[in-house]
Structure formats: C-alpha cells, structure tokens
C-alpha cells in the first residue's frame, strides 16, 4: 500500500487498525524520497535505517497490545536548526556542519513520545536567516510545484518534503514568517504558534524574543493534532507558559456563524499581487458565507514592522550567533594563529553572506552610541505593533490576510537583492513582533498553477479558533488535497 498519499490523521488511524504496519508507512516515504529528493533537495540528511529501526520498535510494541500515541508511526521530518540527538544538527551552516548533539529538543523528545517517526533533518536559509531557502550553506531547495521556483524559507525544506509527500508531517521555525511563508509557497498549511506555546529547548537560537516551532502539514486537521503533540510548559525553557493544553484537534469542527474576521487595510494595498488579491478575497467570501461576518480594520503601525523587525531580528541574533566561535564545537580555521585570528577566521569562512549582514546589522544596532537611536527606539515601535493587535481584538475574532504579496518566485530573482527579499515576509513579521499566533493555509493557484496562502492571525493562546477557522474554510474547498506533480526520477 502506497501510505505517502494519506494524510497524517489517516496513517495514525490505520496502523492503530492494523491495517498498514509502521514499517510499510516508512518505506512508502522512503521510496518517495529516492525518487524525488534528487530534484527537490529537501532533505539534509535521511536517517533510513534509524527510521526502520523505529518503525520496526513500534510495530512490536503494537503487537504486544501497548497504545502507540497519537503520531505512532507518522513520518515527520524536522528543521535542520532543532537538535536530534545522535543526527547532525547543522542549520545548513558550514560552521556547524560536523555538529552532532547529544541531546534531543523538547518537541523532539515529545515526537519520539508520541511514536512518531524520525526521518531526517531538512534544508534551511543558514540559521534560517532568509526568505527562499536560498541562503542554505549547503545547497538550494526547489519548490515541488515547479521545480525553477523558491520554496519560501526558511523552513523551505520542510515545506517542500511535507508538499512532495515525503514526510507526513514536519517541524518548522518561525522567527518573522519562516514556517507560514513556505507553507504558502509549497500549498500547505503551517502554524506559528503563540509565543512560549511550545518550548524552544534545542531549537538553535536566531533570535530569542520572536523564534517558535510549529508544523507543517497537508491538512488542518494533521496541523492541528502535530500541534497538540508540540504544545506543553517546559521547564528547560524559561519562556515556556504554564497553560493548558486545548485538544485541537477535537475542537475543529465547531460553527464560525457570528465570529468577526478583521480584514487589515494596511494588508491590501501597494505591493499586493492581483493574483493573490483575487484569491484571498474569494475564500473570505467563502467564510463569509458559512456565517462568518467581516470588518475592515487598521494595524497603524505595520508600516514599520520589517524595519523594526531587522533591527530587533539582528540584534539578536548579533548576541547569540557570537558563540561561534571555532573553540567549543563546529568549525575552526585552519588559519588559527593566535586567538583574535582563530575568531575572525572562524567566522568568515564559516558564516555565509547573509547571516554575516546580519550580524553586522545587529552588532551596529547594539553598540554604543546607536542603541538608543536604532534597537530602544525598535522596542518601543514594537510595543506600538501590539498594541495595534490588542486594539483590533476588540473588535473581531480574527485577522484575515494574505500570507505572501506573491506567488512563489524564481529562483535567482530576488537572492542579489535583500531588500525585495525582506518585503517578501511583510505580511508576516507584525505576528512575531507580537508575540501572536497565525497559521497559512492555500486558497488557490496563480495563472501558472502556483500556489496561493492566506494568513490567519489571532488571539494570543487562541490556536483553537484559528484552526476552526480554517478547518471551515477547507471543508468548502479542495485546494489542500491538489498534490505537485513532481516527474519521478
């Protein structure tokens, strides 16, 4: 049986069922990886044996009549920037291209609890520092719709697998839009959840105060149970919340009759693609007529928020990438003299072009004299950001907008200018400034049969209304179940 094609939710009910074997689950995934991955490149490293060995340790416990958890025996890859234990954990970064941990990630640890299997570690923008995946110090992802365009980044490669079908399900990071930008781009669903919703514990840090996991799936309803797996206070991870847990998968199928969807002004306007337009008005009004009612907000201040987000973005990440250093682990020069050119040998030849931009930009940013005018003045725009959101929660439910200003773009368009590559996430910085949760889900195709994403924005630790949203919205549409047609090798 050819299990690729099933959506997480029916996979884990089959084998619960005996009626697909674990092992069969994996090598479907695995055949579709040896035929695709040539062209596609998702993947950084495939554990196939450790995913046999898996597979084959939870088909016996089925045996033996033990429960396997709600992922026992889904396929799931994970984001090259989240630590695997025993796996090379390199955020496709040549400074850390021998690096192994020797721990797991909480949200790993929660995988392998939940009897998921491991497949590998997937291609990334270096230290997800990018729009396309193009930035990757390893090699470039393709987008499975159409091999010469970008996957979106930085969690292209986990896009583009869980797009292919070689993964049914993948982890993501999203620091300024890089888990709901490639969902767009590869017409999948992703979820950046509430800030502190799931643990950060050995996911590598780009920069603190805005990074969450969150998956990447086919569907809302594998969306919303890989979500349920991730969700937890953690103790390892000082900004991990205390709360409780919703069973979202369990709550999707509720009415959205009388809920309020806030369409932001400031959201459709100069910039916006015709196409992309046309799309995300359409599926609002499907909302609109399963009972939902619409009202055109204002989020002021988005204006400001990529400038803000590059000068918060890289300060921090000026402060935690300084550890890379060519003493403790990951790659040193072989110029080491003395030790000043030990560390800036290390890091010149270890460090690809836009992650040494942004370290520029954030070390600027930070040092003395420019604080105050460049990251204190960004903290305080930041504040403003929020408060817009607080405000426009008064009023509607939910906020309802493109993901992307366009359709996925070549490749090579837009690598030489990082400007236009910045704007690429304009529609999806605001969120993480915020702290709030948002999910892209597809709402249609472009004129060459590219995908389209709309963005849902919400409450803080309101997930549950979010995919209930969506989950309406793809229950009167088909865009979700289109599969790329990807030539097998």
Request: with cysteine; glycine share 8%; charged share 25%.
């Given at each position: 049986?050819?299990?690729?094609?099933?959506?997480?939710v029916?996979?884990?009910?089959?084998?619960?069922?005996?009626?697909?074997?674990?092992?069969?689950?994996?090598?479907?995934?695995?055949?579709?990886?040896?035929?695709?991955?040539?062209?596609?490149?998702?993947?950084?490293?495939?554990?196939?044996?450790?995913?046999?060995?898996?597979?084959?340790?939870?088909?016996?416990?089925?045996?033996?009549?033990?429960?396997?958890?709600?992922?026992?025996?889904?396929?799931?890859?994970?984001?090259?920037?989240?630590?695997?234990?025993?796996?090379?954990?390199?955020?496709?970064?040549k400074?850390?291209?021998?690096?192994?941990?020797?721990?797991?990630?909480?949200?790993?640890?929660?995988?392998?609890?939940?009897?998921?299997?491991?497949?590998?570690?997937?291609?990334?923008?270096?230290?997800?520092?990018g729009?396309?995946?193009?930035?990757?110090?390893?090699?470039?992802?393709?987008?499975?719709?159409a091999?010469?365009?970008?996957?979106?980044?930085?969690?292209?490669?986990?896009?583009?697998?869980?797009?292919?079908?070689?993964?049914?399900?993948?982890?993501?990071?999203?620091?300024?839009?890089?888990?709901?930008?490639?969902?767009?781009?590869?017409?999948?669903?992703?979820?950046?959840?509430?800030?502190?919703?799931?643990?950060?514990?050995?996911?590598?840090?780009?920069?603190?105060?805005?990074?969450?996991?969150?998956p990447?799936?086919?569907?809302?309803?594998?969306?919303?149970?890989?979500?349920r797996?991730?969700?937890?206070?953690?103790?390892?991870?000082?900004?991990?919340?205390?709360?409780?847990?919703?069973d979202?998968?369990?709550?999707?199928?509720?009415?959205?009759?009388?809920?309020?969807?806030?369409?932001?002004?400031?959201?459709?306007g100069?910039?916006?693609?015709?196409?992309?337009?046309?799309?995300?008005?359409?599926?609002?009004?499907?909302?609109?007529?399963?009972?939902?009612?619409?009202?055109?907000?204002?989020?002021?201040?988005?204006?400001?928020?990529?400038?803000?987000?590059?000068?918060?973005?890289?300060?921090?990440?000026?402060?935690?990438?300084?550890?890379?250093?060519?003493?403790?682990?990951?790659?040193?020069?072989?110029?080491?003299?003395?030790?000043y050119?030990?560390?800036?040998?290390?890091?010149?030849?270890?460090?690809?072009?836009?992650?040494?931009?942004?370290?520029?930009?954030?070390?600027?940013?930070?040092?003395?004299?420019?604080?105050?005018?460049?990251?204190?003045?960004?903290?305080?725009?930041?504040?403003?950001?929020?408060?817009?959101?607080?405000?426009?929660?008064?009023?509607?439910?939910?906020?309802?907008?493109?993901?992307?200003?366009?359709?996925?773009?070549?490749?090579?368009?837009?690598?030489?200018?990082?400007?236009?590559?910045?704007?690429?996430?304009?529609?999806?910085?605001s969120?993480?400034?915020?702290?709030?949760?948002?999910?892209?889900?597809?709402?249609?195709?472009?004129?060459e049969?590219?995908?389209?994403?709309?963005?849902m924005?919400?409450?803080?630790?309101?997930?549950?209304?979010l995919?209930?949203?969506?989950?309406?919205?793809?229950?009167?549409?088909?865009?979700?179940?289109?599969?790329?047609?990807?030539?097998?090798?």
């Open positions: 049986m050819e299990t690729h094609s099933l959506s997480a029916e996979l884990a009910e089959c084998i619960r069922k005996r009626s697909v074997s674990a092992l069969e689950a994996v090598e479907s995934v695995l055949k579709r990886i040896e035929q695709l991955d040539a062209q596609v490149r998702a993947f950084v490293t495939v554990d196939a044996d450790g995913a046999r060995a898996q597979a084959r340790a939870l088909d016996e416990k089925r045996a033996r009549g033990e429960a396997l958890g709600l992922l026992g025996g889904v396929p799931v890859a994970v984001k090259d920037n989240i630590c695997t234990r025993g796996l090379p954990t390199t955020c496709s970064s400074i850390l291209q021998n690096f192994v941990p020797p721990f797991d990630a909480t949200v790993v640890e929660r995988l392998r609890a939940a009897g998921a299997v491991i497949l590998g570690k997937t291609n990334l923008d270096e230290f997800a520092m729009s396309s995946t193009e930035n990757s110090g390893l090699f470039v992802t393709r987008n499975p719709w091999l010469d365009r970008a996957p979106g980044g930085s969690s292209g490669g986990s896009a583009a697998a869980v797009s292919a079908r070689m993964a049914s399900l993948a982890l993501g990071s999203d620091t300024g839009g890089s888990i709901r930008q490639p969902a767009s781009f590869c017409g999948i669903v992703g979820v950046k959840p509430t800030y502190g919703r799931v643990s950060r514990y050995g996911l590598v840090a780009f920069a603190s105060s805005l990074d969450q996991i969150g990447l799936a086919r569907d809302v309803p594998d969306a919303a149970l890989l979500l797996v991730l969700c937890g206070h953690d103790p390892q991870d000082s900004t991990s919340a205390d709360r409780a847990v919703p979202f998968l369990r709550d999707l199928d509720g009415p959205i009759r009388g809920l309020r969807l806030g369409l932001p002004r400031e959201f459709f100069e910039g916006l693609s015709r196409e992309v337009e046309d799309a995300v008005r359409q599926a609002i009004e499907t909302l609109r007529s399963a009972g939902a009612e619409t009202l055109e907000i204002s989020l002021a201040h988005s204006e400001y928020a990529v400038a803000t987000y590059y000068l918060v973005a890289t300060a921090e990440a000026s402060s935690n990438l300084a550890r890379y250093d060519g003493v403790h682990y990951g790659y040193r020069s072989a110029e080491a003299g003395d030790l050119r030990l560390y800036a040998a290390t890091r010149r030849e270890g460090f690809g072009a836009e992650v040494k931009r942004r370290i520029m930009l954030g070390t600027y940013a930070l040092s003395s004299g420019y604080y105050d005018a460049y990251y204190l003045k960004a903290s305080r725009v930041r504040t403003l950001i929020r408060r817009d959101f607080e405000k426009a929660f008064q009023e509607v439910d939910v906020v309802v907008c493109p993901t992307a200003p366009t359709p996925p773009f070549k490749l090579g368009e837009k690598v030489d200018n990082p400007l236009e590559m910045y704007l690429s996430d304009i529609y999806t910085i969120l993480n400034l915020a702290g709030l949760p948002g999910l892209s889900l597809p709402c249609g195709f472009s004129s049969g590219l995908p389209l994403g709309m963005q924005l919400g409450r803080a630790w309101d997930e549950s209304t995919l209930r949203v969506a989950q309406a919205y793809q229950r009167r549409t088909d865009f979700h179940r289109r599969e790329p047609k990807v030539s097998l090798l």
